[in-house]
């Protein structure tokens, strides 16, 4: 006898989307530098880096290192507190060292690393657009084409998150703390700027961000930020505009 109520949806449903995903490209083989390293990224930036998924790119290294150190250096991102994810892919050596780890290669990411000093490690967190989160942003109208402006007309709430995808983002209301408005271009926020604010998330180095009331918490364009635990006072509540000049992110009031 046949069942009259047999479910034919799938169990599952597997899909390719993008991912935020920070890389670590290690610049010298130095396991304690790379601890320290990572310790005081966290220290300076836990929003943006705690349980934060990480590739790991071995490729500007000179030889690759074996199993041990690299399941060493997994140890370590894990015990910073972020989650390694799998390795970056480069070579075939490169690849051979991944299925015998047992582990996912990435495509290589287009990052904008920071340049500063000789540090061991460097991280960009804008290496692909960043996941949609559980609480999105209103649906954009029918027929907005990919790089128009995305307006948004309500507060962005603690939790929730609006991306642009391939344009400018324009929020008419505040971004409560706790958080975070992204935009592949400009972001531009007609009043309080309290979470954290990520323009030219896909590289854009000219991408800009403009707010009329400036207590955010974290600002980035480009891969490159900054964290604020105490606001400058003469930044704190004021017009800013925040932008890239070479590799430094510097911000300004308007006005």
């Not at 610049?27 to 349980?51: G, I, N, T, V, Y």
């Not at 991944?98 to 290669?105: H, K, T």
């Not at 061991?120 to 942003?137: D, F, I, N, W």
């Amino acid at each position: 006898m046949v069942e009259s109520s047999r479910n034919l949806e799938p169990a599952a449903e597997l899909k390719f989307g993008q991912v935020g995903i920070a890389n670590l490209r290690l610049k010298r083989f130095d396991a304690e530098a790379m601890s320290a390293e990572l310790a005081l990224r966290l220290k300076s930036a836990p929003q943006l880096f705690l349980r934060t998924p990480v590739v790991l790119d071995l490729s500007h290294l000179p030889g690759l290192p074996g199993e041990n150190e690299v399941r060493d250096l997994f140890a370590r991102i894990r015990a910073a507190g972020m989650l390694p994810v799998g390795l970056s892919y480069g070579t075939s050596e490169n690849e051979a060292l991944a299925r015998s780890l047992d582990l996912p290669l990435f495509a290589k990411f287009r990052a904008a690393f920071e340049r500063a000093g000789e540090p061991a490690v460097e991280v960009s967190t804008a290496a692909q657009a960043p996941a949609e989160t559980s609480t999105r942003s209103t649906p954009p109208p029918p027929g907005r084409n990919e790089g128009q402006t995305l307006h948004h007309d309500n507060p962005v709430r603690s939790g929730q998150q609006v991306y642009a995808r391939g344009g400018d983002l324009v929020l008419t209301k505040l971004v409560a703390n706790g958080a975070e408005v992204i935009a592949d271009g400009s972001i531009h926020v007609y009043g309080a700027l309290r979470g954290r604010a990520l323009a030219g998330a896909q590289g854009n180095t000219s991408a800009r961000i403009y707010c009329q009331e400036f207590h955010a918490e974290l600002v980035s364009i480009a891969g490159q930020y900054r964290v604020f635990e105490d606001l400058p006072p003469d930044l704190r509540g004021k017009p800013v505009q925040a932008w890239l000049e070479g590799e430094k992110l510097l911000l300004a009031r308007l006005g």
